[in-house]
């Protein structure tokens, strides 16, 4: 049998902002290759301990007819010779949600649901990791993405994987929500082998917010002429010249920031930022 995938893990679901993901830490490699699956509109699962990693696609599979979390979960285990040896988390479209620990599962295990999330861990410190994920989820608002991470940090102050940690993953999709609007993956980050994942998926998530995040355009600053004349001069400086808007597509989109572009008569205060930084 295959070697335990020694994690905690939420799924969850947003549904105003119409958003699915899942968040994982776990003392295995790359852990993020194996348990997070997601689909918009469709439902969010986790797969762990001895994972069975079709319950991935075959899952998403039974939610996109429409069954529920419960009777996905219901349909994959009963299928399953070595279910006992399994865990698994399922929201779906609606916000329902089950979780599924087997008999086999190595202490501590167990899992924890609510609206819109379900929480499950094994080989825990104890139960104290999954009710830690629950009532961060329950107490938190905000971005999906900045939740989920919250629960993560939450379930590792709370005792955590009981053998350490090695790898987390971070995993958001959103119909047509992702880079240029036309892909579903908000975020989709892994910490394959770190000695602390979850401050590097940290690390990681503020840099990609950084490139991809997007300011509320009643944010954005008019640039006028004072501030024109800045940004020629600041983009000189690194080598662009010509006219101000082309020298500005230029540079940002070598700098990866070209979403957070639109035109030159306004100007993102993140892309400012960085600009003056660099220059």
């Not at 503020?206 to 009643?218: I, K, N, V």
């Amino acid at each position: 049998m295959a070697r335990t995938i020694t994690t905690y893990s939420i799924v969850a679901c947003d549904l105003e902002a119409g958003q699915w993901g899942v968040a994982t830490q776990s003392k295995f490699l790359a852990v993020g290759a194996v348990v997070p699956w997601a689909e918009p509109q469709v439902g969010a699962i986790a797969t762990q301990a001895y994972a069975n990693p079709r319950y991935g696609p075959e899952g998403l599979s039974l939610l996109r007819e429409g069954l529920p979390a419960d009777e996905v979960v219901e349909r994959l285990t009963s299928a399953d010779e070595g279910r006992d040896h399994r865990q698994l988390g399922i929201v779906d479209r609606q916000g329902g949600s089950a979780s599924f620990t087997g008999a086999e599962c190595l202490d501590w295990a167990g899992g924890k649901t609510g609206p819109c999330y379900a929480a499950q861990g094994n080989i825990l410190v104890s139960a104290e990791t999954v009710d830690a994920i629950a009532d961060t989820f329950e107490s938190s608002r905000g971005p999906l993405t900045e939740r989920l991470l919250d629960c993560l940090d939450a379930a590792q102050a709370a005792g955590g994987d009981r053998r350490g940690q090695q790898s987390a993953a971070l995993l958001v999709v959103e119909q047509d929500g992702g880079y240029a609007k036309l892909s579903d993956t908000v975020v989709e980050l892994r910490v394959e082998d770190h000695e602390r994942p979850l401050e590097e998926l940290r690390r990681l998530y503020r840099l990609h917010d950084a490139l991809f995040g997007e300011t509320p355009r009643d944010e954005w600053l008019t640039v006028d002429d004072a501030l024109a004349t800045e940004l020629r001069e600041r983009l000189a400086k690194l080598g662009y010249d010509g006219g101000l808007e082309d020298a500005f597509n230029r540079w940002a989109g070598n700098v990866n920031l070209e979403e957070r572009v639109d035109g030159i008569a306004e100007i993102d205060p993140v892309v400012l930022q960085e600009l003056r930084e660099l220059s």
